[in-house]
Structure formats: structure tokens, C-alpha cells
């Protein structure tokens, strides 16, 4: 039995005229570290909603852990953690007194899954005394993270949990994620961040309510259709619109200090692109074959769809 399933669910807004959910089916198994990877407005947090019952679907079925999301939405709350995107702890509460509120709610103790949340909460610990509102954006993230882990929850719905945080709070979030799926929680997370996909064992690609694909990191980018190429030169402005131009070029899009492309028919047309760029007295040239990202299967998709 999955831990996560959906099968055609579907959600809309506004009388039905923003459809945020359509028809989106995808099950997590027991145990997995899954990620719903897609940007704003994609329609991943009315989803998540959904999961944890704080949503009705308007069509469709879903299910967490075998319970209904609609006719069983009080045990669905008994066994799942969430953590939503903006941070909703009481900002006015300290550390320790979040960590005993939501440990009350759920009728256990700090102490009772300690364990659990220790690797966490001695990185915060030093704060305990410190009122939530006043804590760093990482410092936000764990407190949440120990919140929504104090009851041992079977499933862990994290929804966007890394936006707005540095770096180096990124790497050690998806760290804990690791140490926490060994403990045989089933993880569900969704991110706008497209290189944090490959740190998922399977993912689904959404926008605008559709899934676009479903499989590992490692199979989605096999799926990448052409050859691909990262080209740049001193004009990289100019050279966007000149690629763009060029007729045999399938897709042109910029990535970072690279433009990374694709043609219509690969056999000679590179050379003929580099020819035609050097007419146009472009500088620099440098042009490399490449491994497609997430970002480049999602954009592929996305032109597809």
C-alpha cells in the first residue's frame, strides 16, 4: 500500500475559473523521499492542502497512510507532519514553548520522541529561551521541522521548506531529510528549486496544475530527447538573439553564464551554427557538449505540453 496516493485529483478557484489542480495522479511509497518539484503557482501547495486535509478536492480521490482525505481527515492529522511554506509557528512564543505546545496538541512530550528530533533541536537549543519571531530564517526552518516531527508522524509533507533561507541552510536541511527518511518516515517535499530535485529518490514535474513527468532524476534526464550544447560568447545578449534566429536551432535558452541549445537535426549543424556566428563577428566562442539539468528536462517538457 502507498504511503501518499492520488488519483485524479483536482481543485479549482474562483468559482472555477483558476484551476489549480488538474486531475494530478501520483502515489510515494513507504519510506520514499519524493519531490513535487515545479515553480510558484504551479499548484503544489493546494496539493499538500489536500494531503493534510486542510483542502477538499473537487474531484478525484486521495489518500495518506490508507485514510481517506475526506472521510478519515481526523486520523490523516494523527499520522502526518507539515510543514507549510510560510513559517506559522507563534512568533511571540519562545523555542521550547512551540516545541511544548505542538507536543501538547498531539498529546505527547518533547522527551517521549527526542530521538527523533535531536540532531535538529541541538542546533537550536542555544536559543530555546529566544522568541520564534526573532530567530534566523534557518534557525525558522528547524524549529519548524522539530514541530512537525514531535508526535512521530508516519508521512512528513514539507512544503517549500527552503525558500527564503541561505545556502548553507539549503545543504543542511536536505541533510536532516536523509538522517530522518533512515528513521522510515515517508517524506513528501515540494520545492521551486530545480537542482534540489536530484536529491529526491523519484519526482514529479508540475505546472500549472498538470504533471508533466513522473520517474527518478536519473530517468527524466535520460528522457532528454536531443543532444545539448552550452554556448557563449562576449555578447551573450546578442548571441541569444542571433541563436534564436538561426533555423536549424531547436531551443535556445540562457543558463547562467551559458545559453544551452539544441538542433533541429545535429548532424552538421553545429559546425554550421559556429560558421554562421563567426560571419556575425562573435568573440569568444566557446561551445561544449553537456549533460541536460532538471531544468532543461522541465523546460523541454513544458515546450512539449
Known sequence: MPAVELQSISKTY?????????????????GELFGLIGPDGAGKTSIFRILTTLLLPEQGQASVVG??????????????????GKFSLYQDLSVQE??????????????????????????IEPF???????????????LA??????????????????????????????????RLKQEGITILVSTPY???????????????????????????????PKLLYAIKAARMSQLLRDIRQYPEVDSCHAFGEF????????EDALAKLLGHLQNLQHQGLEIKAITPTIEDCFINLLAKA
Not at 512551540?98 to 535538529?120: H, K, P, Q, S
Not at 530555546?128 to 534557525?139: C, D, I, V, Y
Not at 545559453?259 to 545535429?266: A, S
Open 14 to 30: 474562483n468559482n472555477g475559473e483558476l484551476k489549480a489542480v488538474n486531475e494530478v495522479s501520483f502515489s510515494v511509497k513507504k
Open 98 to 123: 512551540n516545541l511544548e505546545f505542538f507536543a501538547t496538541v498531539f498529546g505527547t512530550t518533547i522527551e517521549a520522541n527526542y530521538d527523533l528530533i535531536r540532531d535538529i533541536y541541538i542546533q
Open 145 to 178: 521541522l522539530c514541530c512537525a516531527l514531535i508526535h512521530r508522524p508516519e508521512v512528513l509533507l514539507l512544503d517549500e521548506p527552503t525558500t527564503g533561507v541561505d545556502t548553507v541552510s539549503r545543504k543542511e536541511f536536505w541533510e536532516m531529510l536523509k
Open 194 to 224: 530545480m537542482d534540489e530535485a536530484t536529491l529526491c529518490e523519484r519526482i514529479a514535474l508540475i505546472e500549472t496544475g498538470n504533471i508533466l513527468s513522473i520517474d527518478t532524476p536519473e530517468g527524466i534526464i535520460r528522457q532528454f
Open 128 to 142: 530555546r529561551h529566544r522568541r520564534a519571531g526573532k530567530l534566523s530564517g534557518g534557525m525558522k526552518q528547524k
Open 259 to 266: 545559453h544551452h541549445i539544441t538542433f533541429r537535426q545535429n
Open 67 to 84: 485514510y481517506d482525505v475526506v472521510k478519515d481527515y481526523k486520523e490523516i492529522r494523527k499520522k502526518v507532519g507539515y510543514m507549510p
